[in-house]
């Protein structure tokens, strides 16, 4: 670990020992503990340049990082062609069993294909969530294009992975309306500084969970929303390669919570709802 | 994976308006504490009254916070002199060099000046050769980019670290890295997908400093970053303390 240390002042009363996630971490090594990360896209940037970010590069990086799997939706489907990247996704799927869950993209501007691509996907394909992003589709989570989905999901107890959380109110309105789909909130836990009553509405939900992912990276935001939602509200989820996966498991591995409620974000509160 | 002690380039001591969940650091053994955890053993420090109130006060303020204080680094902020609210650059040097600061920051968009030269050129002419430039950003949008290739490149002496920097920057850095050998990038924002090991291999590791932008941000992301990146230990080394030792080595004094 660390050779000398250089700063000659007194230790600090408080002396922190970090426990086997943060000790990992700290060193660069994979972390031992099973990790799901939720929320991943491979495929190349348009907007910006990454390197790497396609299925072989994010297995190299969970094997740098110790995520076990990761739950894939494509950057395609999300953006002009879901039946093309719902189709990289299948493959990588097919490739790497162990490694990746799928997650299929319904774009609501095309509703005529939505409950075909579920069907495919989910019953034909093994596809184990579904993934909206309400604001690229510029289309409202609560327009009726979704509500198919939503169904789908409902009857299949499947996992909902959204960009878009619109707010508090509308996340009870369809957790209530459809109480056997799991909503996963992404980059919501760093909502939580803007918008605190989202943490105070879903720490009643049990079906939904809020992903960390984000640029704002505040100094206590997960803990802070651990505080009030509940550990069992809390999921990693990276947003490879848009965010690195190495920068996502630092707020994790760091955050001032215990070896068991990181444990609990980084795979146990999900593992179950993914059939792992 | 061998780990290197850690020299802090960007982070600041005092109390601040929106500090987040976790706080500021109000002492210097409080940033220390924390820092520690890290294996972050010296820290390139400004005050956060310099940003946050003036940086005449500021600068003031944490040359006696940090007095005793080995392992923190001072490092002043400036403003362009022409409203009389700071000395004009010639002064400023001397104050430098008198105080031992070998390191001046500049926040043009916190602090609402433009960097062109018939506002900020006789401060940048003044630094250049003297003492490295940090420059903190908002964004690295295109008349900041703009900005940053034309001072670099009229002031090839003057030695520029960026500061503050997002995930969306790869096709804007490469080629200002490339075509100005005195640009630097502080690494505490660059969140990009592998970034550490794109740039080490793009423009070289020997112009990236490690940095935390303590208080407002956790220091786990960019730690992680910089210790899972797939580099040799040479490179971490120095990104993680060498390369910032050398950066203060150039100043004049």
């Excluded at chain 1, 019953?123 to 989570?141: L, M, N, V």
């Excluded at chain 2, 040097?93 to 043009?108: N, Q, T, W």
């Excluded at chain 2, 804007?172 to 690494?187: D, H, K, Q």
Aim: with cysteine; charged share 20%; aromatic share 8%.
């Amino acid at each position: 670990m660390f050779g000398h240390v250089w700063r000659h002042h007194a230790p600090h009363p408080h002396h922190h020992q970090p426990d086997p996630v943060a000790a990992d971490a700290l060193a660069g090594e994979p972390v031992e503990d099973f990790i799901i990360d939720v929320h991943s896209h491979p495929g190349p940037g348009t907007n910006f340049f990454y390197q790497g970010g396609g299925v072989g590069d994010l297995l190299r990086v969970m094997d740098r990082t110790g995520v076990d799997y990761s739950c894939f939706s494509a950057y395609t489907a999300i953006g002009p062609d879901c039946v093309r990247g719902n189709e990289l996704v299948a493959g990588a799927v097919r490739d790497h069993p162990t490694r990746v869950i799928g997650f299929a993209v319904p774009n609501p501007n095309y509703p005529e294909l939505a409950k075909e691509e579920l069907i495919r996907r989910v019953d034909e394909q093994g596809f184990r969530g579904i993934k909206i992003h309400s604001t690229t589709h510029e289309y409202p989570i609560h327009g009726p294009n979704y509500i198919p989905v939503y169904e789908f999901a409902d009857d299949h107890r499947l996992p909902i992975l959204s960009h878009t959380y619109d707010s508090p109110a509308r996340i009870r309105q369809l957790a209530t309306t459809y109480p056997n789909a799991r909503f996963i909130w992404a980059h919501a836990i760093w909502q939580h500084i803007r918008t605190p009553d989202l943490a105070l509405t879903v720490r009643d939900l049990p079906n939904v969970f809020c992903e960390m992912s984000g640029s704002g990276n505040r100094r206590g935001q997960i803990e802070a929303f651990v505080r009030v939602a509940g550990v069992e509200s809390a999921v990693f989820g990276s947003d490879y390669p848009v965010l690195g996966q190495t920068w996502q498991m630092g707020n994790v591995a760091h955050a001032d919570l215990t070896h068991e409620e990181k444990r609990m974000i980084l795979s146990e509160n999900i593992r179950g709802v993914l059939g792992l | 994976m061998a780990v290197t002690e850690l020299f802090d380039a960007n982070c600041a001591v005092g109390m601040v308006s929106r500090p987040g969940p976790a706080g500021a650091f109000l002492t210097p053994d409080d940033l220390a504490a924390h820092q520690a955890r890290f294996g972050i053993g010296r820290a390139l420090v400004y005050h956060s009254l310099a940003l946050e109130e003036h940086p005449t006060p500021g600068n003031e303020l944490l040359m006696q916070a940090i007095e005793g204080h080995a392992d923190l680094v001072p490092s002043w902020l400036a403003l362009p002199h022409h409203t009389g609210e700071f000395p004009k650059p010639a002064r400023f040097i001397e104050e430098l060099r008198s105080a031992g600061v070998r390191a001046v920051r500049v926040f043009p968009d916190q602090q609402r000046f433009l960097t062109d030269d018939w506002v900020s050129g006789e401060l940048f002419a003044a630094l250049a050769g003297q003492v490295p430039l940090f420059w903190h950003i908002d964004s690295l949008d295109t008349p900041t980019a703009r900005e940053l290739y034309r001072v670099s490149t009229t002031h090839p002496d003057l030695q520029i670290v960026i500061c503050d920097v997002d995930k969306m920057i790869n096709r804007t850095v490469t080629p200002l890295m490339r075509e100005a050998p005195n640009v630097w990038l502080e690494t505490g924002g660059y969140r990009t997908h592998r970034g550490i090991e794109y740039l080490s291999s793009a423009v070289g590791a020997d112009r990236m400093v490690f940095g935390t932008k303590l208080p407002w941000q956790a220091v786990g992301p960019p730690h992680a970053e910089l210790m899972y990146a797939d580099i040799d230990d040479d490179a971490r080394r120095a990104i993680g303390s060498s390369n910032l030792e050398r950066l203060l080595a150039m100043a004049a004094w």
